[in-house]
């Protein structure tokens, strides 16, 4: 069992930047792969990116590419995403997301945990 909770929303303007943290509970998070998830009002929740559970491999949604970065710290139970240059378009609610498969996975029902959400607000 993982607990998940994000922290780190906010509202920012564009250009800006957040950077958003996901603790886990547990003595296994190294042992899962991650992945940071959003939901727009209206939309579909999508993955945003991803990072397995060494931290050796990630993937990056087309929209976010050279914008944001997944990392994480198994020694502090925290996976991160450092979001820069923000634009109105990334505004949602963002979820991070463990699964235990070792790879990457863009399937939003490979993941067996999720945490609560925090909100992401881009003004204009």
């Known amino acids: 069992q993982v607990q998940l909770v994000e922290s780190g929303g906010g509202l920012v303007q564009a250009g800006g930047s957040l950077r958003l943290s996901c603790a886990a509970s547990g003595r296994t998070f190294s042992s899962y792969s991650m992945g940071w998830f959003r939901q727009a009002p209206g939309k579909e929740r999508e993955l945003v990116t991803a990072?397995?559970?060494?931290?050796?491999?990630?993937y990056y949604a087309d929209s976010v590419k050279g914008r944001f970065t997944i990392s994480r710290d198994n020694a502090k139970n925290t996976a991160y995403l450092q979001m820069n240059s923000l634009k109105p378009e990334d505004t949602a609610v963002y979820y991070c997301?463990?699964?235990?498969?070792?790879?990457?996975?863009?399937?939003?029902?490979?993941?067996?945990?999720w945490g609560q959400g925090t909100q992401v607000t881009v003004s204009s």
């Open positions: 990072i397995t559970w060494s931290g050796g491999g990630t």
């Open positions: 997301a463990a699964t235990r498969l070792r790879g990457i996975t863009t399937t939003l029902s490979r993941y067996d945990y």
